[in-house]
């Protein structure tokens, strides 16, 4: 405690810099371990999804949306997203028919397809998780036709589908919303 006395205010604050900078720096260091990858976890029915932390751009709670007359009854309508319009997707009732229930956990996953992004509405988000070459040696193949050309494997205990949103925003029918 003497030695903390001794040092001026700015010594302490630089000290506690240099502690921080050497923890973030070996939790970096973890976080990019080879065989590690990483997702982020969400729900849409009794479904658990991962996907890539590099396929989702942004998590919002759902905002007001507009309807667009014409389109499929998956496609809820339009949000306007920090000034730029985003169709948003009931990611429930494309995969499975089946509505999504608005709850406070709702949220929309913004993910870049084409020239701009889609919101996709999720029952709820985990956040982050990550998948080791041990999970992922003893992964499984999704079961489900509805899900299995985006599913690539299901891993971990709780089974959590490695979802693809590269292959969802190049699907044909994904593309084509107009009824």
Known sequence: MSQVANRTPFEILAHYEQLS??????????????G?????????????????IDEINELLAV???????GTLP????VANI??????VVDFARFLFGERTQHSERTRLLVVRQGGG?????????FGQRTVD????????????????RFVESRVGEQRLAIFSMNRLVRAPDFRQAAA
């Open 133 to 148: 070459e041990e999970q992922r040696r003893e992964a499984e193949s999704e079961d489900d036709p509805r899900l299995a």
């Open 63 to 69: 905002p007001a949306l507009t309807s667009v007359p």
């Open 117 to 125: 992004n889609i919101a996709l509405l999720v029952d709820e988000v």
């Open 21 to 34: 900078l050497a923890n973030a720096s070996e939790a970096q260091d973890r976080l990019e371990a080879p």
């Open 82 to 87: 920090r000034g730029n319009l985003v169709p």
């Open 74 to 77: 998956w496609l809820l309508g």
């Open 36 to 52: 590690l990858w990483r997702g982020i976890g969400f729900r849409v029915g009794s479904r658990l999804l991962v996907s890539g």
